[in-house]
């Protein structure tokens, strides 16, 4: 299996960095080209490597845990249902792993259910709160990723991964760009060739998707469930049953994720 033999001094790693930290601009992070990834801040010429780094950390770390946010959550264009179902492919891969919403941008006061949701303006309640210490997020829009990417950062020890459709975002430890569907799927075959090139297993059910205690009430007590079981529904209108409008979902956040 290919690994990145760069020697140089990582600049974005798990923290806690500790009370409002420098960005990873200050640091002189800059974000990849077509085709690169950034690998902890330093630019990595060829993203399947940035790829791998990320498979193989969310296949040994515990609670590994993607976060989806409102660009793969709601239907609302068939566009987002193809990259929902195909988040879907990458979560397949892996044994164990949690999937916490990020359904939309507004503060959960005065009190988030940690293992309901995750949310920018106080991500570190989530992660903490299960104990989360490698996670993707995808599908969030892109200043409130770099917001809750810095936030994670500078008060937990989670390793941060940012699969996105734009630039990338320089905090997050990994990150790659341009992420449509075809990438998406490119990313769960490699997903799926690193663990078998390490000898990881999936569980006999297909039941590899584990819940929150929160979702485990809500589904009746079981504890895991398949990934089809997850995969969307019907046609577009998700979206639109919050009243939101697919002009709206575009100029949310300022991206296109």
């Known amino acids: 299996m290919a690994t990145t033999s760069d020697t140089r001094e990582r600049i974005i790693v798990p923290g806690p960095a500790g009370f409002h930290p420098p960005s990873a601009a200050q640091l002189g992070v800059s974000l990849p080209d077509p085709g690169q990834g950034l690998y902890y801040g330093l630019l990595e010429e060829n993203e399947d490597r940035v790829i791998e780094e990320m498979a193989r950390k969310m296949l040994t770390s515990p609670?590994?845990?993607i976060f989806p946010g409102p660009l793969v959550l709601w239907a609302w264009n068939e566009h987002a249902i193809e990259k929902a179902k195909a988040v879907l492919e990458?979560?397949?891969q892996i044994?164990?792993?949690m999937i916490i919403p990020m359904p939309d941008y507004r503060p959960k006061y005065p009190k988030i259910d940690p293992e309901e949701v995750i949310n920018p303006n106080h991500p570190n309640l989530t992660i903490w709160g299960n104990k989360i210490e490698a996670c993707i997020f995808v599908g969030v829009h892109c200043h409130?990723?770099?917001?809750?990417?810095?936030?994670i950062r500078a008060g937990t020890n989670c390793l941060t991964m940012a699969i996105c459709a734009e630039q990338g975002h320089e905090d997050a430890m990994?990150?790659?760009?341009?992420?449509?569907?075809?990438?998406?799927?490119?990313?769960?075959?490699?997903?799926?060739?690193?663990?078998e090139e390490m000898g990881i297993k999936l569980p006999d059910n297909g039941e590899n998707v584990r819940f929150t205690g929160t979702q485990s009430r809500v589904h009746g007590g079981k504890t895991h469930t398949k990934t089809l079981n997850l995969s969307p529904v019907g046609g577009v209108g998700g979206a639109?049953?919050?009243?939101?409008?697919?002009?709206?979902?575009?100029?949310?956040?300022?991206g296109k994720e």
């Open 63 to 65: 609670n590994a845990t």
């Open 90 to 92: 990458i979560a397949a």
């Open 95 to 97: 044994p164990d792993v």
């Open 144 to 151: 409130y990723a770099n917001l809750t990417l810095k936030m």
């Open 174 to 195: 990994l990150t790659i760009r341009d992420s449509d569907m075809m990438k998406l799927k490119k990313t769960a075959q490699i997903f799926k060739r690193v663990r």
């Open 240 to 254: 639109a049953a919050f009243r939101h409008s697919a002009g709206q979902m575009k100029r949310g956040g300022g």
